[in-house]
């Protein structure tokens, strides 16, 4: 099964852009959707992006559409998160979340990284 884990999270300020990197170790990586979740204090975990085994297909929601794109690299068993015009309200806690197949809801997970913080200031 495969395991994941998040990093690339900071401080930065609001305009900004920052990477997120979310490393993979298992069998057939690329079999595996793969994606982001965000959880802000006192609020629900939220889909962020997904994107497919072999990349070819990619969905965000509507709060991050335009300013974020996923990408992943098979040969690095690595999945992305390029978030750009970074935002205030954008500060959470990053999850990357694996499924069977390309997702958006929290039901379709089977395995979750420990989360990496993202704190954007005004």
């Known amino acids: 099964q495969v395991q994941l884990v998040e990093s690339g999270g900071g401080l930065v300020q609001a305009g900004d852009s920052l990477r997120l990197s979310c490393a993979a170790s298992?069998?057939?990586?690329?079999?595996?959707?793969m994606g982001w979740f965000r959880q802000a204090p006192g609020k629900e975990r939220e889909f962020v992006t997904t994107i497919s085994g072999r990349g070819g297909y990619t969905n965000y929601a509507d709060s991050v559409k335009g300013r974020f794109t996923i990408s992943r690299d098979g040969a690095k068993n690595t999945v992305y998160l390029q978030m750009n015009s970074l935002k205030p309200e954008d500060t959470a806690v990053y999850y990357c979340?694996?499924?069977?197949?390309?997702?958006?809801?929290?039901?379709?997970?089977?395995?979750w990284g420990r989360g990496t913080q993202v704190t954007v200031s005004s």
């Open positions: 979340a694996a499924a069977y197949g390309p997702f958006s809801t929290i039901l379709d997970i089977i395995v």
């Open positions: 298992g069998r057939t990586f690329s079999s595996y959707g």
